[in-house]
Every structure is written in C-alpha cells, then in structure tokens.
C-alpha cells in the first residue's frame, strides 16, 4: 500500500475502532483488488476468507432482521 493510503487506512481505522457496529478485517501481504478474479494481485486464499467475512456479515444482519420482524 502506498503511504499516503497507509496514512489514510490508519485514521480511518482509528476513527471507527470504538464503534461496536463496525469491523475491520485487514488481509495481510495483499494488494487492492486480492479478491478479484483475473487481477494480477489476485489472491485466492485471502479472497476466499473475505468472502466468507461477507457472508457472515450479511447473515448476521439478515437473522437480527428477522428477529425484529417478529
């Protein structure tokens, strides 16, 4: 990552740590665009395991959804 994104992932990590409705997943010795299929920095282990971050993220907010339906 070059350093002014560094400077910039830095304070927003920084600025969001303290809210318990946001989580940061960082993948290390990855590039922009890891998880994209036909990249030149793609990354198939580190793709595979933010996929699964996603999945559990909408999977928990689809179960609260519901719950509050009831």
Excluded at 2 to 13: D, E, G, H, R
Excluded at 38 to 52: D, F, M, P, Q, V
Aim: glycine share 8%; charged share 25%.
């Amino acid at each position: 990552m070059k350093p002014k994104l560094v400077q910039k992932a830095t304070s927003i990590q920084q600025g969001l740590k303290d809210n318990p409705l946001v989580t940061i997943y960082r993948y290390e010795g990855v590039s922009h665009g890891f998880s994209r299929v036909g990249s030149s920095t793609y990354r198939k282990e580190a793709a595979e395991l933010a996929t699964r971050s996603h999945i559990g993220v909408f999977e928990t907010a689809f179960r609260q959804w519901c719950q509050n339906l009831k």
